[in-house]
T-cell receptor, first 114, second 113 residues
């Protein structure tokens, strides 16, 4: 069965600092990988996705993520965090043929200090 | 992409009652799913809503508690039956097409008192 691990429950960074959120997955084949963001009281917004090809993917709001098969990781990065980035971030894996059927990690809550 | 309308957006219900949540998509989609997000938790898949047939439930979820309908390719309902306070959660509808990302509705915030 597929699974996703987000080791960091809560991260605090200063505005303007760089950010890396960790995600490790377990899946028997080449996975479809996603990062979603959820702001308080809001639904989930897709930040970026990896299906195949270039292992460094660019997303919205200046985020990027790198797929590393050897490490079963898909870490999310942003070079300079803005106060509006404070939210809950979820890494998710989808299965071949059913990419939209997702298994989510436990989430990382990002707090941004001014 | 897909625009998803979920109703109601929130509700407060008495224990022992049932609530039906609707999910309407602006275009035909192959896949429709229902998730539950308990307070402070991640999302857990309840079931896949299958058009014209019974939903496929994940382990720990049963049809008697969470009956689901999907009469066509743009609409689905989830009913939370015989509610207890433990059912207080956000329920989210998501949709997708074959090998595409999932799109989510805004969710229904349910409080059971």
């Amino acid at each position: 069965a597929q699974s996703v691990t987000q080791p960091d429950i809560h991260i605090t960074v200063s505005e303007g600092a760089s950010l890396e959120l960790r995600c490790n997955y377990s899946y028997g084949a080449t996975p479809y990988l996603f990062w979603y963001v959820q702001s308080p009281g809001q639904g989930l917004q897709l930040l970026l996705k990896y299906f195949s090809g270039d292992t460094l993917v660019q997303g919205i709001k200046g985020f990027e993520a790198e797929f590393k098969r050897s490490q079963s990781s898909f870490n999310l990065r942003k070079p300079s965090v803005h106060w509006s980035d404070a939210a809950e971030y979820f890494c998710a894996v989808g299965g071949t043929g059913t990419a939209s059927k997702l298994t989510f990690g436990t989430g990382t809550r990002l707090q941004v200090t001014l | 992409s897909a625009v998803i309308s979920q109703k109601p957006s929130r509700d407060i219900c008495q224990r022992g009652t049932s609530l039906t949540i609707q999910c309407q998509v602006d275009s035909q989609v192959t896949m429709m799913f229902w998730y539950r997000q308990q307070p402070g938790q991640s999302l857990t898949l309840i079931a896949t809503a299958n058009q014209g047939s019974e939903a496929t439930y994940e382990s720990g979820f049963v049809i008697d508690k969470f009956p689901i309908s999907r009469p066509n390719l743009t609409f689905s309902t989830l009913t939370v039956s015989n509610m207890s306070p433990e059912d207080s959660s956000i329920y989210l509808c998501s949709v997708g097409r074959v090998n595409t990302e999932a799109f989510f509705g805004q969710g229904t915030r349910l409080t059971v008192v």
